[in-house]
């Protein structure tokens, strides 16, 4: 069985583009969160969807970032304009029937120039 | 304040060592539940372990092994043998059911297992 999917897997932009992270959860799965990680403040949690529904947005650091699930199958994590700051892993997760047990993608790692 | 604190920053060990790896929660919820994630050097998560907070059981699972207390809110996590291919990043989380299921990672435990 084909686990998340996240694309691209590897990112690079200069500072002020806007950058696009896909992700395709587990086939089946009601819940999707997205996460970034970095050295200085490990891994944080965004923003989590239920059945394509944001319930939690309050990880997202500004205004720049924006999230959305067209469908039950497909998520985007959009950021613009992009900033030096932002360079980070951004990990895709998914589960069923509750947050308790997320299966993670591969991660993207996004570095803004 | 930390609602997970994996003190040990990094550990280093030679094969065939054990290897405790220690987390420590901080919670108000009366369920919630604990989870290790291994993360390799290739970068990905790999989920290990969940437990819900009505079971203390300690769990074992070939050479992993979980030591649930919530007398001192901890949930260590040991290694019996290490192998190289343990080498990893290791998190543990917490999940609290009360506050809209929101997931908290420790910082991690980088551990380094020498041949």
């Known amino acids: 069985d084909a686990g998340v999917i996240q694309s691209p897997r590897h990112e690079v932009t200069e500072m002020g583009q806007e950058v696009t992270l896909r992700c395709k959860p587990i086939?089946?799965?009601?819940?999707l969160f997205w996460y970034r990680q970095t050295m200085m403040r490990g891994l944080e949690l965004l923003i989590y969807?239920?059945?394509?529904?944001?319930?939690?947005d309050s990880g997202m650091p500004e205004d720049r970032f924006s999230a959305k699930m067209p469908n039950a199958s497909f998520s985007t994590l959009k950021i613009q304009p992009s900033e030096p700051r932002d360079s980070a892993v951004y990990f895709c997760?998914?589960?069923?029937?509750?947050?308790?047990?997320?299966?993670f993608g591969p991660g993207t790692r996004l570095l803004v120039l | 304040a930390q609602k997970v604190t994996q003190a040990q920053t990094e550990i280093s060990v030679v094969e065939k060592e054990d290897v405790t790896l220690d987390c420590v929660y901080e919670?108000?919820?009366?369920?919630?539940?604990l989870f290790w994630y291994k993360q390799p050097p290739s970068g990905e998560l790999v989920f290990l372990i969940r437990?819900?907070?009505?079971?203390?059981q300690n769990e074992i699972s070939g050479r992993y092994s979980w030591n649930f207390q919530k007398s001192t809110s901890s949930f260590n996590f040991t290694i019996t043998a290490s192998q190289v291919v343990d080498s990893a990043v290791y998190f543990c989380?917490?999940?609290?059911?009360?506050?809209?299921?929101?997931?908290?990672f420790g910082s991690g435990t980088k551990l380094n297992v020498k041949p």
């Open positions: 997760a998914s589960s069923i029937g509750g947050p308790e047990t997320q299966y």
């Open positions: 086939s089946g799965h009601d819940y």
């Open positions: 969807f239920n059945n394509n529904v944001p319930i939690d």
């Open positions: 919670t108000r919820d009366t369920t919630y539940y």
């Open positions: 437990r819900n907070s009505f079971d203390e």
């Open positions: 989380a917490l999940s609290e059911t009360y506050n809209f299921n929101k997931f908290y």
